[in-house]
């Protein structure tokens, strides 16, 4: 009998727990969602990433700039990522960009001088589509790497409602401040950190970086990666060149676009 109860004393309290638990990982979520809803207030954006992955004991470092202004429903938006690696002789270098011109989304790679074209003009999309909501779905399928978190940030922020955002993993657990998910031999981690400019007044906080961290065991090797985003909503560089990009002579389609 004493045994019954102490089992049902120790049920009790882990219930309690995982509902602590569940209240914190729902307020964390409507947080973000009444940020997120301020940053979609700007229509520009730049985020500016950093990291690194280490694979056992080999540490690449990267850089990744993204600077968006998502248009209008008629007046196409425009991009520019530009991706770097390294380092080489202390320096990161650029290995990828990424920009638009004339609704096509070209990718290129320094690494071979080659690139894609890919539409997303009012040919490609269908008639509730947006030109925002065609080229994010685009990026979407083409980009990789850690680009694919940003790329997924910026259709959080741009084509969807801010109440119906939700973590990048429904199944992830909330400790900490961290959104983190564990499955086999794969540890992942988000954080989503919030500016609030003046604590007086509610409502004005804004998601101002994303932090990500995943360890993983691939074909014996243990990679680590781990990055900060800095997000600057309503901010572009002053620069003509901010969103064009100059093919180099000889570079080559590899992928004509759909």
Known sequence: MQMKRSLIAMIGVLAATSLVHADDKALAIAEIQAALAQNQRSNTCSIITTGSLRVNNKVDE??????????TKTVPPQLMIREFLGPENGQLSQVAATWVQDEILYAYSFRGNVY???PFGAQTRSASQTPIDS???KLNATTRSQVVHLVKF???TYTRNANSWRPWQPTA????????LETG???????????DPDLDIVG???LSTLTYFKRETLMGELRTTKWSAAIYPGSLPNDAG???FRLPAGAKLIQPGR
């Open 204 to 206: 004005d906080e804004w």
């Open 242 to 244: 901010t969103f064009s």
């Open 135 to 137: 080229l994010l779905q």
């Open 173 to 180: 657990t909330f400790d900490e401040g961290l959104f983190v």
């Open 116 to 118: 894609s074209a890919t």
């Open 62 to 71: 990267f850089r990744i700039e993204i600077f968006l202004d998502a248009g």
């Open 154 to 156: 910026l259709g959080d």
């Open 185 to 195: 031999n794969r540890t992942e981690q988000f954080y989503y950190g919030i500016n």
